[in-house]
């Protein structure tokens, strides 16, 4: 029984439980949301290290995952391995394997072993990798595909990206709609290029009810991925874009019918003043679907740093509304990220998840919010420290530069947090509060 | 004559012209808004160096402050030039001095030689030093204070920032609205903790056309500061700022009249949610003059990467219409940024402002972003790297892991960047685009 299935029949699994207390929201309030196909809490039984189970959707926390996997030219299993170890202890909320060099059974089964929390795959590189390995990637029978599925089903992965709305006819509206950066999802290139070579349709929406049926079994949460998401700013909100999120929404919708939790991935290279827009299309057309988003990213020319980049465009976004945040590295457009960049991007995006829980009105982000400002306030550095998003850097930061006072070397005697106060309270001449 | 009364008798002054050449706007357009009063281009003609003018305002780019400047704790002049220089060279569009430690005005003096863009001060930190040096800072006199203005204008300093809305009856708003952390404006905090223990009003305020004169006698713009500016997201948008918002809306008109340069300083600590109410709000009550705003920084808890946290921010206010973002560094809260500190703070938010131009409907920052996709399609590197905000650090993460094919080394074989479109143009199968 899939937790959407448990939740329909009024049962409150120890999933359910379990992200209601981390959310401080009530078990029921999750169970509605799940059986409503507003929350997905991503967990197929099989995965066996998946200890921290997180819910995904409207009312909770917004959640930040973080992508690792090998490359055709990198393929170092125990880096990838540190990577996911790094992604977790920063805060990631569930990571996804992306590996498309070297063994990528053995490789998942590494990852699993240390994920504490779910993981996502994106089958279709397996199935094309073995097509390539074969002959060359249009060789992919569909058979193949839904064999990877189920393979991944066995293993334990909790939720799979699948580009069930790279259709043909949506095809042709790309075709009919100019763009400046074509088709940049890798999946979905690799869909559509298959798709085209061969003149089929994309075998996981031409049989969705086989695919339905693997999720079901293992309960995977389908992650219906945006195959056509822009590339660009040029190429933003675009009809592509939107004839791929009606399709979308329609499976959606099957998929809740046959009992299989499904999420919603978004874009992408949107501008800033084009993200309410999207999250709020996403919303209606998939009957309040989780989003799941990649950045936003709301420039296109910050390489090197799209992680700053794309925490300014994903925090607006989980403030309207968005569920879950696919972090952006330094090293995003420019090759494969080391752990350090793993590291920089979960943090970018921890804090623009923890900024648009304070926008949604969080209650606990706001709590530990004004306790951090009165630590602030009491000049308590310990008291700050712990309450900080990164206390290790915040420390190491403090300490690098300390100051002769109770304050921090920026401002020292000069320090206003207390200086107002203590003129009011008659003591401002001699008794200075830091000096 | 200042810029704003030559614009007013319709003269376009060699600064406009340069502003409006560097914005992509006419003359006529940056004339119209210094005449309104909507557009400052802050400049001495004392400041000799300052080559690079900049219009802050409405219907121009977005622009970045940096704060430079000793501390009690740290007095390093020549680690301060460097900033200066590191700053301007990452793009910040002006610079502050803000020190507190050394000899004030010896320190002003070599960063106003490097300084091609225009630099601003906080005069009281200087009045309040002598005082502090001679017996304590309540012995300050107004005189004194005057006089130090007056120098900063002989010097060449572009920019004041004055706290002339810390006034006795916003002051008492302050103390019936309780906050969770004070005052936080170090500049409005002396101003306060001067005016409490004195029972003195504010004499930036009482002898308001005194600091017009001054201001028009060396074209200084005013920035009109928020001392009781929000510390923490539990005082965010309250009774203090708004009153004190108030008051300087009003003496913008007054600055207007007397032909001097104004705009006005912002917070700070926001949410999200909040962000826009501010920007507005401070447009309406201000007769749309210039807005410059700390961040803002939508959470409190990013202690060490408040650089990430106020990017977003700004990036939000920046589109809602802010005009100026006073950048953050990873120091902030925690002591007096290093040179490294201050090249990621300008990072941060040049891709802040960058975001909030293109969000603005920017002609030329969304040319530069459509560019740099065409070149991304093309895997033309050389073109990405041209067009990248940072070229040095793209370069070097695109080298630090390079790819066996033409792609990076993320997706390699796999990328999707033109595999439909090659497949389109029938030579997909054995010619694939970059393997």
Redesign the interface.
């Known amino acids: 029984m899939t937790q959407l299935e448990a939740a329909r029949k009024g049962k409150i699994t120890e999933e359910m439980a379990y992200v209601a207390e981390k959310e401080g929201v009530s078990p029921e309030f999750v169970r509605e949301g799940v059986a409503a196909g507003r929350i997905v809490i991503p967990r197929n039984p099989n995965h066996k290290t998946l200890t921290d189970f997180k819910g995904i959707g409207e009312g909770l926390s917004v959640k930040v995952n973080a992508n690792l996997g090998t490359?055709?030219?990198?393929v170092d299993v125990e880096e990838e391995v540190e990577k996911a170890r790094v992604a977790i202890q920063y805060g990631a909320d569930t990571v996804m394997d992306l590996s498309?060099?070297g063994d990528l059974k053995a490789i998942r089964k590494r990852i699993l072993e240390v994920a504490t929390v779910p993981l996502g795959t994106v089958p279709i590189?397996e199935a094309?990798f073995r097509a390539a390995r074969r002959k060359?990637f249009?060789d992919m029978s569909a058979d193949e595909l839904f064999q990877v599925i189920e393979e991944h089903g066995k293993e334990g992965v909790d939720y799979i990206t699948v580009h069930v709305g790279v259709t043909l006819k949506n095809l042709e509206v790309y075709?009919n709609s100019p763009r400046?950066?074509?088709?940049?999802?890798?999946g979905?290139?690799?869909m559509?290029?298959w798709m085209?070579?061969r003149g089929e349709e994309n075998p996981l929406y031409a049989r969705f009810d086989d695919l339905l049926d693997i999720a079901r079994t293992y309960d995977m949460t389908l992650s219906l991925g945006d195959g056509l998401r822009p590339?660009?700013?040029?190429?933003s909100t675009d009809r592509a874009q939107i004839a791929e999120l009606l399709t979308i929404g329609e499976l959606v919708e099957r998929a809740r019918r046959a009992g299989v939790q499904a999420m919603v991935e978004g874009p992408g290279?949107i501008?800033?003043?084009e993200v309410a827009a999207n999250v709020q299309i996403q919303k209606k057309l998939t009957g309040h679907a989780p989003f799941y988003i990649l950045g936003m990213l709301?420039?296109?020319?910050?390489?090197?740093?799209d992680h700053?980049?794309g925490?300014?465009?994903g925090?607006?976004a989980g403030?309207w509304g968005a569920d879950m945040l696919c972090y952006l590295t330094?090293?995003?457009?420019?090759?494969?990220p080391?752990p350090e960049h793993v590291k920089q991007g979960v943090?970018?995006f921890k804090?623009?998840a923890?900024?648009?829980d304070?926008?949604?009105?969080n209650k606990r982000a706001?709590e530990?919010?004004?306790r951090?400002?009165?630590a602030?306030?009491r000049l308590d550095w310990e008291g700050?420290f712990a309450?900080?998003?990164?206390p290790?850097?915040?420390r190491?930061?403090?300490e690098?530069?300390?100051?002769?006072?109770k304050a921090?070397?920026?401002?020292?005697?000069?320090?206003?947090?207390?200086?107002?106060?203590?003129?009011?309270k008659g003591k401002?001449?001699?008794e200075l509060p830091v000096a």
């Open positions: 490359s055709y030219d990198y498309t060099g590189y094309e060359n249009f075709r400046t950066t074509g088709i940049v999802s890798r979905g290139g690799l559509a290029a085209l070579h590339g660009s700013l040029a190429d290279h501008p800033l003043n709301p420039v296109d020319t910050a390489a090197g740093f700053i980049a925490a300014i465009g925090a607006l403030w330094p090293a995003e457009h420019l090759g494969l080391t943090i970018a804090i623009a923890h900024a648009a304070v926008a949604r009105g706001l530990r919010n004004r951090m400002s009165e602030r306030y700050q309450l900080a998003l990164f290790e850097e915040a190491r930061l403090k690098e530069r300390g100051s002769k006072t921090c070397s920026m401002c020292g005697p000069f320090c206003p947090m207390n200086l107002v106060e203590a003129v009011l401002g001449r001699m």
